[in-house]
């Protein structure tokens, strides 16, 4: 199984900046695409930005030119650097993977346990 542990969230006033981190840890034979999430109160779980194996990336408008997804393939981790934090941004965020067991044969769908995130304006 392949289990998700993120950190870095925490508390931080608007325009300032977070960097989230997701490692992956287990018996992993590859993770394909891996994702953050966010859920707001009150909301539902959105997309915040995607990157696939080979770096390509996908951004939630609403995030777009303040966040950067970035992973370390060696490192199984995944990042989420956000930048001039708004107190819309507050939320659970939620690191998800796609990756394949070194028992398994066909991609499963994991994630971590969220961390939390909240600016202050």
């Known amino acids: 199984q392949v289990h998700l542990v993120e950190s870095g969230g925490g508390l931080v006033q608007a325009g300032g900046s977070l960097r989230l981190s997701c490692v992956a840890s287990?018996?992993?034979?590859?993770?394909?695409?891996m994702n953050w999430y966010r859920q707001a109160p009150g909301k539902q779980r959105e997309l915040v930005a995607a990157i696939t194996r080979g770096g390509s990336t996908n951004y939630a408008d609403a995030v777009k030119g303040r966040f950067t997804i970035s992973r370390d393939n060696a490192k199984n981790t995944m990042y989420l650097q956000m930048n001039s934090l708004k107190s819309e941004d507050t939320a659970v965020y939620y690191c998800?993977?796609?990756?394949?067991?070194?028992?398994?044969?066909?991609?499963?769908?994991?994630w971590g346990q969220g961390t939390q995130v909240t600016v202050s304006s």
């Open positions: 287990g018996r992993i034979f590859r993770i394909d695409d």
């Open positions: 998800n993977a796609q990756a394949v067991g070194l028992l398994t044969v066909t991609p499963n769908d994991y």
